[in-house]
Structure formats: C-alpha cells, structure tokens
C-alpha cells in the first residue's frame, strides 16, 4: 500500500509537546516498532534539527535513524532507504532538497521506497516534496512554484495559516496561472494520502484545517476539507 502523509506544519519541530500527528505517522506503519529515518536535507542537515528528532522519538516505541547528505551514511542509498519502514523528511529550503535529491537519485529511491510499501511523511519542504509542484518561500522575499517529485498529482501549500504570506501568495500564483490547482494545509494539519487518493485530513489542533483549491475563471475556490482532531477519537 502506497501512502503519503503531508503536514502543513507541526510534529515534532513544531509541536515537541503534541506528538500527535508523529505517533499517527507511526501507526500507519502497521509495525510495532517501526523503523523510521528523519530526512533533513532541506535544513542542510541541521544538528539541531536532528537532535530534535532523536528527542522526539526515542520516547516512542520505534527505531528512529537520520538519512544526511552532509556526509551520507553509506556508498548504498538505497539498501539504506529500503531497510526503513518510514522516511519522514524534515522541513527547510524546497528548492535546495529538490537539488540535492536528485544528484544523489533520492528522487528515484524515493519512489521505489513509495512503490514498495514504504510510508512517506514530511513537514513544509517534506510535505511539497511529493507533489507535483509546491509553494515554497525557498528564495528570500518571494512565494514562489517550485517543480517537486510529482508522486501525487497537484500543489501543495504548507503553513496555509501560521505565515500571512502563504494564502496570499498561493491565491496569486493560481490566478496568474504559474501554478496548478491543489492543496493547502494549516499548521497543525496533514493530508494522509493512499495510492493517488486523499484518504483522510487530520489533524493535532481543534482548529486546524485543510483544502483544496482550484482556479475557476478569474478568481480563486477554496473548499475547506473534512478533518478529524485526532485529540477528539
């Protein structure tokens, strides 16, 4: 089963006192103690970051690892991706991970991982990362399209309420036709997709919300989706 699970915001970095959204990523493993690998690269691999992490999940039942570029672990990518249960990609610079990736054919591992049953998951940068396109602010001042993996059909727009920027900015972007109709998720907010299809919206916050989004003539549709708090199951 293919899955994806793209947050807005939150987890671990955003949220270290509400780990909701992280054990929800956990259990979609469908493993008792899964193997999960933090990817950092779109912070360029930020010690800080990844001590995060470490912090985060070792007091979790699971068996957290770290996927650098700055150095790489091994020669072998791939027997290391492949070895996981989940890749969860760490938030950053879209436009730096989308380079670094494809210089080392993460992008091609990635999808093989997603083809073979692997749980993809990520935070802002990790979360555009699957889509086709993403609205990302990797050049200072700007919010602009950057060009992603395109595992999921579509554009995806994180921190849709914690940056006044982002609605704006992804309004814009529609209208002038630089961007296609997609997605936005609010902090707080993930999309839990299954093959190509968005199997749920949930959520770590009672407010936080999601949508779809399309260009219809000269102006702008938001459709706010059906979401579960997962502190309300």
């Known amino acids: 089963m293919k899955q994806i699970i793209a947050m807005g915001g939150g987890g671990f970095s955003m949220e270290p006192d509400n780990p909701l959204l992280d054990r929800y990523v956990l259990r979609q493993s469908g493993k008792k103690r899964p193997k999960i690998c ?7 691999d930020s010690i800080d970051y990844i001590r995060r992490f470490y912090r985060a999940f070792k007091k979790m039942n699971c068996e957290p690892s770290r996927l650098t570029l700055f150095p790489p672990p091994t020669a072998d990518l ?46 802002s940068a990790g979360a555009n990362c699957w889509f086709e396109e993403g609205v990302t602010d990797s050049i200072p001042g700007q919010i602009s399209r950057v060009k992603c993996l395109g595992f999921l059909k579509g554009s995806f727009c994180p921190h849709f309420d914690g940056q006044n920027e982002r609605r704006p900015g992804f309004h814009r972007l529609l209208l002038n036709g630089d ?43 938001e459709r706010q989706l059906a979401t579960t708090c997962l502190g309300e199951e």
């Not at 933090?38 to 360029?44: L, Q």
């Not at 083809?115 to 998951?121: N, R």
């Open 38 to 44: 933090f990817v950092p690269t779109a912070s360029g």
């Open 78 to 123: 791939e027997d290391f991706v492949m070895d996981k249960d989940i890749l969860y990609v760490g938030g950053g610079n879209t436009k730096n991970l989308m380079a670094l990736w494809k210089e080392w054919e993460l992008d091609r591992i990635l999808r093989k991982a997603w083809e073979e049953g692997k749980v993809l998951a990520g935070i």
């Open 179 to 221: 961007i296609g109709n997609g997605f936005a998720a609010d902090d707080g907010a993930a999309l839990h997709f299954v093959g190509s299809e968005l199997k749920s919206v949930i959520a770590s916050r009672p407010h936080a919300r999601a949508f779809a989004l399309k260009r219809e003539g000269g102006s702008v549709v």
